[in-house]
């Protein structure tokens, strides 16, 4: 697959096929997603698979917690939306009037994003992606190099992608399960594997017009 075909071809998927991913593959994904480049090549992530044992694990335990109300504390905070700034919540806004009018009517949508995330969307796979607690800000970019990396080599591969942050809002059962050390934290989430034909995925985001974000002088 040409570059250009890959990038436009991605897109969130939000209910894969119950059919697993070869351990090859994911191996030359992340493989490739390592050529990303980095703050002095410090390189600073850490990736580990959940999948089989440890995934149906990760998703028993979240689902608890979803039953008991906890929202969960994900390592990198998340921003109330009024604090975002105007351009971006537009944005925001934009998607999620546009995704709910995908569906046939706002309760077929309502279900199908709920029943989504709370299924960590039927993943079989997820790539958890870690930097060390001892890390600049520029670690948290290289690692989002590395994401966008890892998900066009997917692409490539014939594989759908979500980063999420639904699937790190739990770091201490992450650490537990997945024996990360305690000294590394959660960035994202990559659910792996091959799409289902249904409604959810058939939605495509849309971007502003380049001349809005494009700037020459
Ligand atoms: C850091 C990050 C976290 C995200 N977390 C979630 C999530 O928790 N749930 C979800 O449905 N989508 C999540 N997304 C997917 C975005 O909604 C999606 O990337 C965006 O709407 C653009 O759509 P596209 O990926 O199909 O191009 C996340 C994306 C990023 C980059």
Redesign the pocket.
Known sequence: MELQEAINHR??V?KFQDKPVKREVITKIVQLAQRAPSWVNSQPWQVYCAMDNSLQKIKDAYHKQDTVGNHGQPDLPVMNREKWAAQTQANMKE?RHEIVHHFANFDEAHEEMTNA?ASLYHSPVILYITIPKASPDWSIFDAGLFAENLMLAATDCGLST?????SVRFPTILHQILKVPENERFI?GISLGYPTETTINTYR?KRRPVNEILHFN
């Open positions: 897109h969130s939000r998607w995330s979500i980063p999420t942050y639904n994202v985001s």
